[in-house]
Nanobody, 124 residues
Framework: QVQLVESGGGLVQAGGSLRLSCAASRTFSWYVMAWFRQAPGKEREFVAAISWSGGRTVYADSVQGRFTMSRDNAANTVYLQMNSLKPEDTAVYYC??????????????????WGQGTQVTVSS
């Protein structure tokens, strides 16, 4: 069992930056980690994922070039650096984990563990 706790959300103006963190309750070196988001009235959507080692990442087209995901296995923490934020990035952001070696999985149903979410609001 892995518990995930997100932090770092908040209110920012368009063009600004935020850094989200997700801390795991135990060693998660063997877990693929991902970020998803869900806006009001919309389905949860994939944002980014990272391999065990942190050497490989994959991003949704909508955030490619603006967001960067990283992990620190020694600290059991993953990060999402969000730059050039847009109003359409407004959503609750969730951290997720799955015990697999496939870091390209983008379906929420295949992730085993979830955090409680952190709100990101981008004003225009």
């Amino acid at each position: 069992q892995v518990q995930l706790v997100e932090s770092g959300g908040g209110l920012v103006q368009a063009g600004g930056s935020l850094r989200l963190s997700c801390a795991a309750s135990r060693t998660f070196s063997w877990y693929v980690m991902a970020w998803f988001r869900q806006a009001p009235g919309k389905e949860r959507e994939f944002v980014a994922a990272i391999s065990w080692s942190g050497g490989r990442t994959v991003y949704a087209d909508s955030v490619q070039g603006r967001f960067t995901m990283s992990r620190d296995n020694a600290a059991n923490t993953v990060y999402l650096q969000m730059n050039s934020l847009k109003p359409e990035d407004t959503a609750v952001y969730y951290c997720a984990a799955r015990s697999s070696n496939s870091y390209t999985e983008q379906r929420p149903s295949l992730y085993n563990y979830w955090g409680q979410g952190t709100q990101v609001t981008v004003s225009s």
